[in-house]
């Protein structure tokens, strides 16, 4: 499974963006999906996740509210729609996929990793 993320940008606090990630392969539908986030010197954090049929979604508490994360399995493509963001939010968000299992918000549950992209926001 390839995935490739985009939709990175400078954007002023308070605005909004919306992430894309495309996969690969004809199975899209058969995997769980998931955003994370990882600033300068700090771990990787879970954003959000969506189950394989989009009826479950799940958001860490510093962007519950605010993120909405959706998927079109016609066209192998999973969203993180943002707004209302802030400074914190600055980091580089990966989507992933969680092949086996349940959703999960652990990174090591997730098999495959997209490349990144960068969201800045300033204050």
């Known amino acids: 499974v390839q995935l490739q993320a985009c939709g990175g940008g400078l954007v002023q606090a308070g605005g909004s963006l919306r992430l894309s990630c495309a996969a690969s392969?004809?199975?899209?539908?058969?995997?769980?999906m998931g955003w994370f986030r990882q600033s300068p010197g700090k771990e990787r954090e879970f954003v959000a996740a969506i189950s394989r049929s989009g009826d479950s979604t799940y958001y860490a508490d510093s962007v519950k509210g605010r993120f909405t994360i959706s998927r079109d399995n016609a066209k192998n493509t999973v969203y993180l729609q943002m707004n209302s963001l802030k400074p914190e939010d600055t980091a580089v968000y990966y989507c992933a996929t969680e092949v086996y299992g349940s959703i999960s918000q652990a990174f090591g549950e997730y098999d495959y990793w997209g490349q990144g992209t960068l969201v800045t926001v300033s204050s």
């Open positions: 392969g004809r199975t899209f539908s058969s995997y769980n």
